[in-house]
Nanobody, 123 residues
Framework: QVQLVESGGGLVQPGGSLRLSCAAS????????MGWFRQAPGKEREFVAA???????FYADSVKGRFTISRDNAKNTVYLQMNSLELEDTAVYYC?????????????????WGQGTQVTVSS
């Protein structure tokens, strides 16, 4: 069993930055692929970024070049650095973990989810 707790959300102006953190319980963190997803009001949850245990990372086209996913296996934590934030980035951001290391963009294939953290981009 893996428990995930997100933090770091908040209110930021367009062009600003935030760093989200996701702390995971359990000794198997380092073997899991980790993903970030987001859900805006009235929209479906969508893929944002993912990272394999090896450090290989993947991004949605909408955030590529602005967001960076990273992980610290010693701290059982995955991060999402978000720069140049846009109004359209407003959403609840969710952290997720999966044991299988393929299909990282598919939200249905993740085994564990956090409770989410709100990110609001507004002037």
């Amino acid at each position: 069993q893996v428990q995930l707790v997100e933090s770091g959300g908040g209110l930021v102006q367009p062009g600003g930055s935030l760093r989200l953190s996701c702390a995971a319980s359990g000794r198997t963190f380092r073997s899991y692929a980790m993903g970030w997803f987001r859900q805006a009001p009235g929209k479906e949850r969508e893929f944002v970024a993912a990272i394999r245990p090896s450090g290989n990372s993947f991004y949605a086209d909408s955030v590529k070049g602005r967001f960076t996913i990273s992980r610290d296996n010693a701290k059982n934590t995955v991060y999402l650095q978000m720069n140049s934030l846009e109004l359209e980035d407003t959403a609840v951001y969710y952290c997720a973990a999966k044991a299988r290391l393929y299909d990282l963009r598919g939200l249905g294939s993740y085994d564990y989810w956090g409770q989410g953290t709100q990110v609001t981009v507004s002037s």
